[in-house]
């Protein structure tokens, strides 16, 4: 994989990028969100790991700029923020996972390959539809009674494992494990947020619920 490294502690990206390349991947660096942010969007990369805290730009920032341009292109986050709302905003701006500081190498290892095998998995013409609800994978659109639905790249994993899912009640354990990674913190309600995310945006305003509460057992869509 061709990758951006956006890291201004030399200890840590210096670790990251010898631990990647061991791994045959290509790591171009970044020390500062303003060349990250230049380097991201005028070159082609495979995987962005992009920290919070940074010089000139800091990483929030660096990730909507980089959203608004490449919709497509998976964004990791590191962070030593490690509550909820941080984990949330980071998402919110368009990071496909946040992962906090420090971490163990082979965890890093493990969310870039599950990014990189959601990626691989979305193919021309994946389309799912619960009722009048539509998504479509590989232009990353959704769409319910043919009105727009605009999501945050982490609502759309959620929504996406929720549709694949139709009529099967998921638990928290394998939504966690499905959208966040390996490594979730499943003490947080974080997983609480994001269904009521969606269902102002899916449910609100229409007159049939599709996202349904399973209580004990976790969450399922499904037309009643």
């Not at 609800?133 to 996406?160: G, H, P, Q, W």
């Not at 997983?191 to 049939?208: A, H, M, Q, T």
Request: glycine share 6%; with cysteine.
């Amino acid at each position: 994989m061709n990758i951006l490294l956006i890291e201004d502690e030399l200890k840590v990206s210096g670790f990251i990028k010898k631990g990647l390349e061991e791994q045959l991947h290509h790591v171009s660096l970044a020390y500062d969100g303003s060349m990250g942010s230049k380097m991201a969007l005028e070159n082609e990369y495979d995987l962005i790991i992009l920290d919070v805290v940074l010089p000139y730009i800091n990483g929030m920032e660096v990730c909507k700029l980089i959203r608004k341009v490449k919709k497509e292109v998976p964004i990791l986050m590191l962070s030593a923020l490690d509550t909820v709302n941080d984990k949330v905003q980071g998402l919110e701006n368009g990071a496909d996972d946040y992962l906090t500081k420090p971490f163990h190498f082979e965890e890093l290892l493990a969310r870039i390959k599950a990014l990189n095998r959601r990626k691989d998995m979305v193919l021309p013409g994946t389309i799912y539809k619960v009722g009048d609800l539509e998504m479509d994978c590989y232009k990353k659109t959704v769409s319910r009674n043919k009105k727009t639905i605009l999501l945050s790249a982490k609502e759309f994993t959620l929504l996406e494992v929720l549709m694949a899912n139709k009529n099967r009640v998921l638990s928290r354990v394998y939504i966690a494990e499905s959208v966040w990674g390996i490594s979730f913190n499943r003490g947080t309600n974080l997983i609480d947020v994001y269904i009521n995310y969606l269902r102002s945006k899916v449910d609100k305003g229409f007159e049939k619920p599709l996202i349904h509460t399973v209580i004990g057992m976790g969450y399922v869509i499904k037309e009643l």
